[in-house]
């Protein structure tokens, strides 16, 4: 299998140093990036055209950001989630998630195109199959899946058919037929399959073609898969090892941004790869495509 890697242009958006990024999001009446340290419960937001760093500290460990308006997001929290206003920093509960189990925490989650936010839970230690993968419709939270591992990346095809779906620990992309009225999922099949030498499946994101953009724990890389076919197209190369999650942004949704982690690296591990934990932006050939909003239809 022929593909291609990309080595150049690769950028630091910011040296943030997060013990463990995630969640990335462009929000295009901001003009800035969202993403979260999910350990050390912060919320970040870089805008853009000014290079100004924002963070809040969160009450509990976050798992997500996701846009509901132009100064309001909507966080998961362990033990719930949240609305959260970027100006005044009015922090409201929506939900409870996984109260009962406090050894859970939220990891990944997106929002579908009818503005329901798909959250998924994991074990603190990684606890083979202690999460699960809910939807919450702004009055429920029902529970989609179970038996999940970590619970990780998340995409809708550009016919919004079809849900794509990483287990991390299974080195699989599952695709699920996509009800958009009912928030019904049906297994179809295994659209890819990760080999483990590249590293665990993380966070995903699509593009304008339709293809997946996958980052790649312990893989130093991001890698674009074709849904359609298995095929693996390409990789971004990053010069550190835990690439977490990924998303298309800027004023042409040209710049793809990267999250990374350096929890559990060593002393060592640290002093060989001292980028690991920053945020990483790469101008791209391909478009993006904007995330769905929360709480209302997205058109």
Not at 94 to 112: F, H, M, Q, S, V
Request: a negative charge.
């Amino acid at each position: 299998m022929r593909f291609i890697n990309k080595r150049m242009k690769l950028k630091i958006a910011h040296p943030v140093a997060n013990s463990l990024g995630e969640s990335p999001i462009w929000h295009s009446e901001r003009r800035s990036i969202l993403w979260v340290d999910i350990l050390e419960k912060n919320l970040y937001e870089l805008i853009w055209e000014s290079q100004e760093l924002r963070s809040w500290k969160m009450p509990a460990k976050i798992g997500t950001v996701a846009i509901e308006s132009k100064n309001s997001v909507i966080v998961a929290l362990q033990g719930g989630i949240a609305r959260f206003n970027l100006d005044s920093e009015a922090l409201d509960y929506l939900a409870e998630l996984e109260t009962t189990i406090e050894t859970n925490r939220p990891n990944d989650g997106k929002c579908d195109s009818e503005g329901r936010l798909w959250q998924g839970t994991i074990d603190l230690d990684c606890a083979k199959e202690a999460g699960a993968l809910y939807c919450f419709d702004g009055e429920n939270c029902n529970k989609k899946l179970g038996n999940l591992t970590i619970s990780n990346g998340m995409a809708w095809s550009l016919d919004n058919q079809r849900f794509y779906f990483i287990d991390s620990p299974t080195f699989c992309i599952d695709a699920y037929l996509f009800d958009a009225k009912s928030a019904k999922i049906t297994f179809e099949r295994t659209v890819i399959k990760v080999p483990e030498s590249m590293g665990l499946p993380d966070g995903m994101t699509i593009d304008s073609d339709g293809m997946l953009w996958v980052a790649l724990w312990g893989g130093f890389a991001v890698g674009r898969w074709n849904p359609h076919t298995g095929d693996l197209l390409e990789t971004i190369e990053l010069p550190v090892p835990q690439v977490t999650s990924c998303t298309f942004g800027g004023k042409d949704w040209d710049e793809l941004f990267i999250t990374t982690a350096r929890v559990g690296m060593s002393d060592e591990a640290l002093a060989q790869y001292p980028e690991s934990g920053h945020l990483f932006i790469q101008k791209m050939s391909v478009k993006g495509i904007e995330s769905f909003k929360f709480g209302k239809t997205n058109e």
